[in-house]
């Protein structure tokens, strides 16, 4: 039978007695033995792939201060990628190396064989998915990519909204090229009329997220833009072979600032539209000959051949308009040959009939 002392009276007394027979002291209940806790491998690997871009299975296996780092630095998705790995490690580990490294040499359960081809499968996939997606981001013919890396951790952002909404709106310019190509095969290639212009700011106002809508068209050239919002670039579709091929791009005029754009529009600071044109004319040689001709009267034989100075206001956008149709703008440069001379006189006979 084995005894003890009481810790009242200090006398000898049986080690089962909750009460010493001496003294009647009350004896404190006698001291379970330590059991060590020990690290799951199963639990390790499960922590691991599911949380391990937190480090969760840092603080459960140890040190605690990788752990930490792990919950410093995951929004750069370093830690993701290399808990991936540790989660392979975890998931081949034998048991001796296992028990040697977390648990001072006790054998513990293994991991079952289908835990971890589940545990292996999913952290593969996963692995190829997520690298697949960070070469898409970094590709060298992509823009700001580091905008687009906060893209998708940050999806709400003002700047992602506005990245998003753009794709969108991209291919709702797509889809009103239609518009922009009809008029140019039936005016060859004439300026947009006000008809046209509403038709294209209801088609593409369809989408709520634009707010204004911009377009052009002279002769095989033509672009639609859309605005978005004031403090983001402008999003164009151009075309300069009379809507066969088309290209996006998103136009910075106004320096906005961060400048992201959507994959398929690369971003530039100018949008290069050519002159207006009259004919065969740019429209500041048409409004040049206007100026010449009902001002200093040098492409006519005399003064007196008009009438009055309103006579030569009111005739002489007919001449240039007959004349842009007839001559290159080469032979209208000052002084004019007298061949180009008698075919202006003809037409302004045939303008004031």
Not at 92 to 111: C, D, E, F, H, M
Not at 208 to 232: C, F, H, M, T
Not at 243 to 271: D, Q, R, Y
Request: positive net charge; glycine residues 4%.
């Amino acid at each position: 039978m084995s005894t003890l002392f009481c810790r009242s009276c200090g006398k000898n007394m049986p080690a089962s007695a909750s009460v010493c027979p001496h003294c009647d002291a009350t004896q404190p209940p006698p001291a379970q033995p330590f059991v060590p806790t020990y690290k799951s491998q199963t639990t390790a690997a499960m922590l691991s792939a599911f949380l391990g871009g937190l480090g969760i299975h840092r603080f459960y296996l140890g040190p605690t201060w990788t752990g930490v780092l792990y919950l410093l630095f995951f929004w750069t998705g370093i830690p993701l990628f290399l808990a991936f790995g540790e989660t392979l490690l975890i998931a081949g580990s034998r048991q001796q190396r296992w028990a040697k490294k977390y648990n001072k040499g006790v054998i513990t359960p293994p991991l079952k064989p289908w835990m971890k081809f589940l545990i292996v499968s999913i952290t593969t996939f996963l692995s190829i998915t997520i690298g697949l997606a960070v070469i898409k981001i970094f590709n060298p013919k992509f823009e700001n990519k580091l905008v687009r890396l906060r893209y998708i951790l940050t999806p709400l952002s003002p700047d992602s909204i506005w990245l998003h909404q753009a794709t969108e709106a991209h291919v709702s310019l797509k889809q009103a090229r239609h518009i922009i190509i009809k008029h140019m095969l039936e005016t060859s290639g004439a300026p947009l009329t006000p008809e046209v212009m509403e038709l294209l700011n209801k088609t593409l106002k369809l989408n709520p997220d634009i707010e204004s809508v911009d377009a052009y068209v002279q002769d095989s050239y033509a672009d639609i833009g859309v605005k978005l919002n004031l403090r983001y670039p402008t999003l164009y579709l151009i075309t300069t072979n009379n809507g066969s091929t088309w290209n996006c791009i998103t136009v910075n005029n106004e320096a906005a600032e961060p400048s992201i754009t959507p994959k398929e529009c690369p971003l530039t600071h100018t949008l290069k539209r050519p002159a207006p044109r009259v004919g065969q004319w740019p429209a500041t040689a048409y409004n040049y000959f206007i100026s010449q001709c009902a001002g200093r009267n040098s492409y006519f034989e005399s003064v007196e051949s008009f009438d009055s100075i309103e006579h030569r206001i009111a005739i002489c956008p007919c001449i240039a308009d007959r004349a842009a149709q007839e001559l290159p703008e080469s032979e209208i440069a000052t002084p004019i040959t007298s061949n180009t001379r008698q075919i202006l006189e003809i037409i302004k006979d045939e303008c004031e009939r």
